[in-house]
Every structure is written in C-alpha cells, then in structure tokens.
C-alpha cells in the first residue's frame, strides 16, 4: 500500500523544532487546538455512489435464525462490481457469519436493524491475513473485514452484536472469570498465544504463520487492514470477541458517535495500530479493557514494519468500565506521535486508570508529542496518570530501550483514586523525559504519587487532596 500520501507533518514543524531544542513550556502550546483542527481537517472522507441495495433483495430474512452471511456479502460483491454504493440493513434480526467489505462500500443500518454474528468458529474460515496483539499471523476471519480497501463505512442507529460470552469465545482466553474450566482449549495451550510469540521472536515467514483452527486465538469484531478513508459513525456494538474496532496499517479513519458494550476479556474498544490521520469523536466506551488504546505492532513484527500511529484526535468521548481510558500501548514497538486529547469524560469503579502509557524493553518504541487537555474523572481505581516502562515484568529485560517524551497534560480533575500519578522507568536510563503536567485537580487520593527512575517532569499548578503538588 502506498504509505500515507496525505501525511500533515508539515504542521507539526514548528511545535517539533521547539521540542527539539528544549525551550519547551509547562503549559499546552498556545496552537494545541489549531494543531488539533489541521489533522481533522485533512483526513479524507469516503465517498459513495449513489445506488442502494437492501440485503433482503439478495435473499437475507430477518428472523434472526436464518443464516444471511451469502445474502449480505452477495450485496456487498454486487454493488462494488457497479461503482459502489450504500448496502441497507433493513429493520430486523439478521444472522451472519464473516463480512468482507469491498472499495466503495457503505453499510447502513436501519435504527431498529440488527446484525447478530454466528458464534461457531467455522463461519470465520478459511484463514486471512490478520495480527493477534500485535503480531502478523493468518488467523479466524474478524467478524467484520476488509484488506487493502478505499472508501468504506458503517454507519446507522442499529446495533452489530457478536453474542460473544462466557459460554463462547471468551473462555478462550484460558481465564476462569470468562468462563474456561480446567481440561478445556485456550490460547495458553502451547499451539496457541505461546506459539504465535515464538513466530515472532524467531521472525518466521508469515504465510507459515496459519493460526485459525486448534489454534485458539480470538478474531476482532472489525478489522480494516491496510484501507484508506473509513468512517464507521453512530451504530451500537456489542460483545466481542476480542478487540472491538481495530483500524491497522491504515489511513483517513473516522470513529463517530459509536457506542460500545463489550465487558469481555481484551474487549479493547478502539484500537488504531500504525494508523495515520484518526479521528475519535462522541463515543462512548463500556469495555472490558482499554476504552481506547494507540498502538503499532509487538517486539520485532512492529520493529520490522516501524509504522508509527500518528496525527490523532480524541475528543468529547465517554468511557466507563475498562483498564484505561486513554491508552497508548503496549504493543507500541513502532512508536506513537502527535496524540491529541481533549473534552472526555470518565469514571467507574471498574475503570482501573484514566490516562496510561505502558511498554518495556521487550517493546521499545517512541512515544512523543502527547497532548491532553481537559479531562474529567470521577472515579479509578489506581492511578489518574500511569506511565510504567516496566509492563509485564516477566518477559525480562529486553535491549530495545523505549523513549517517552514531550507529554502534555493539562486541566485533568478527579475525585477519586489510588494514586495521583504512578510513573516508572527503568533503573539507569532516562525513558521517561520532559513529562508536563499543569492545572490540575485531584481529591480523594490514597496513596502518594509513585516518581521512580525518571528525567525531567515537571508539574504546574497541580493541587492533590487541596494541597500545591511539590515533587
């Protein structure tokens, strides 16, 4: 695919100079917000012929019994073939198994349509080009997908449901809470996750990564690869198999309106991974993981593509339950830069942190030029902000050091949490650098603010449990 032609760098160049020679400010540049309009401003909107299809003309019955997998991607193959155009999901209940989009195509949903999704493994086979938390591998076709695509959507009031629970999928994850028992399959099993990590250190081919079947590893609900000009605006999505909307290698992404209930296990629920130009606006997120989680390949497959996620927006998103609200990591090898946040709101005594940066010195990976502003959180159960080089300790310690640096974070209020602020480097280097914090307000804390192994961060106006904040 041709890499990102519609790159804005060209507006990053002045903020970029003054990061780069150290004169920075403890404040957010005074053009965060032009900044943060000329990224919206250039991402490419699809675009859709006219014509129209209803998935009934094409044989789908609304029962929610009848399999109507053939019926939809009939239409879909159809109105690609003639130009493109808008697929209809009338009102009703359709089941379907794997939907494969084509160029130029936008599926609609009527407010009362919904899409419900097989939950036997066998509708997602034969096997496509995918990557499983960061990894490439061929794997269980995502229940929604598209490779090498332009100009598609999903868009509609109406719900897309995987029926994904404990008595499907999820106990696949090899976790008592999600309902596996002992003597049944999961990912742990040697043919599973610990296989596809050994693809990857031993940089095996990836046409000999065939994953799929015995193999365990859950398919994510919609995953465009390497596409361009995406909108998926206002529908309900619920109960994943594992991440919910995963954007990858891709451009021109816009997540509207999208609201998501989805409490399994990895239920992340936007995750954009070597994307370029995203923008995520008036969501909602109720996951049982990240709400929203930046990311850009694991270890040596991210390294080997080094595709950053770069020039995003988030703002004016809700999130409840989840391990992070704003997340960047941790499969972040290929790095992450010019992040803006602002207008969101969050709270849950599930919601475990609301701003979090997570990688180790298996990852690596540079993560830079991080704006957010203007964050309301009522409840977390530990940290406000947690910025760990330390994630999962028992891969070791690794060669591929991460950097960290030029993070700004402003206006953030809270009222309860574990702790203010948890950062944690690695002892005898500096990958936490030029860390700014100001005009913030946290009560109800427990526990001091955890500073360990860190360079240059500084905090502004910062008020902990109604004291100035002193390092």
Known sequence: MKRF???????????????CCGSVNEK?????????????????????AEKTYLITDFGAINDGETPCTKAI??????????GGGTIIVPNGRYLTGAIHFKSNVKLHLEDSAV???????SDYLPVVLSRWEGVDCYNYSPLIYGYNLENIAITGKGKIDGRANTN???PWKGHNRYGWKPGMPSQLMPEGRPLLLKYNIDQTPVEQRIMGDGHYLRPPFIQFYKCRNILIEDITIENS?????????SENITVRGVHINSNGTNNDGCDPESCINVLIE????????????????????????????E?????NCKMQNGHGGIVIGSEISGGCKNIFVENCEMSSSELDRAIRIKTNSQRGGTIENIFINNITVGEVGEAVIKINCLYEPEEGVGKYLPLIRNIYISKVTSQKAEYPFYMKGLPGQTCIDNIFISECNFSGTKQESLLKDIGNVKFKNVIINGELFKE
């Open 5 to 19: 032609a519609t790159h804005t760098i060209v507006t990053f160049l002045s903020l970029l100079l003054v990061l």
């Open 28 to 48: 957010l540049p005074p053009d965060f917000q032009e900044k943060a309009d000329s990224i919206v401003n250039s991402i490419v909107q699809p675009v859709f």
């Open 73 to 82: 991607n009939d239409a879909i193959n159809k109105i690609n073939a003639e």
């Open 115 to 121: 899409l419900i999704f097989s939950v036997n493994p």
């Open 168 to 170: 499907n999928w999820w």
């Open 241 to 249: 198999p594992f991440w919910v909307i995963h954007p990858l290698l």
């Open 282 to 309: 008036n969501c909602f997120f109720n996951t049982g993981d990240d709400c929203i989680a930046l990311k850009s390949g694991r270890n040596d497959d991210g390294r080997k593509w080094s595709v950053p996620t």
């Open 311 to 315: 020039n995003v927006v988030i703002r």
